[in-house]
């Protein structure tokens, strides 16, 4: 939708719909909502991942525990978001367009949770009002730096 796209901090405009449906070819993405303002240069993601995938990936590189704390592990998020930037370049995406963050959500995305409208389409502002802090963390983890100072915390 037109009114979606937005501006990151270096001018380029972004349709994070086509970006997400891209995203979403890869098997660990089950839902996805991509984020950027006109203060960041790049882009940050909210990942609802196919509980499977990630149950078998655990599996495969020797980790357990419950499928939310399996969604918290640094390799399981590092190996998926890899297959998403694999994904994004295989589809031919900009730079600019490939997300430099990610969270892994388990809850999907749902009409009850007022998270999807009627139609099934992402609620963006809903989405960034419940995941802002997060949103604000991944930020600080790219290293991202707002108005020429870096926010990663201390």
């Known amino acids: 939708r037109k ?11 972004v349709a994070p719909e086509k970006i997400e449906l891209t995203i979403q070819n890869s098997p660990f993405v089950s839902q996805s909502y991509v984020y950027g303002d006109s203060l960041h240069a ?7 991942p196919e509980e ?3 149950i078998d ?12 704390k399996l969604c918290k592990e640094p390799k399981i998020m590092d190996t998926v978001l890899k297959d998403i930037v694999a994904v994004g370049k295989k589809s031919l995406l900009n730079g600019f367009e490939c997300v430099r963050a990610i969270l892994l959500h388990p809850d999907p995305f749902t009409i009850e949770n007022d998270l999807l ?27 991202d730096v707002v108005a020429g100072k870096n926010v990663q915390q201390a």
Do not use: C, M
Request: glycine share 6%.
């Open 3 to 13: 009114k979606n796209i937005f501006k990151l901090s270096q001018g380029e405009y």
């Open 42 to 48: 790049v882009l940050v993601g909210i990942i609802v």
């Open 52 to 54: 499977k995938e990630i």
């Open 57 to 68: 990936l655990a599996k495969a590189l020797n980790i357990s525990g419950t499928y939310p």
């Open 117 to 143: 409208t009627p139609t099934f389409k992402i609620k963006r502002n809903d989405v960034k009002k419940l995941f802002i802090k997060e949103i604000d963390a991944l930020y600080a983890k790219t290293g």
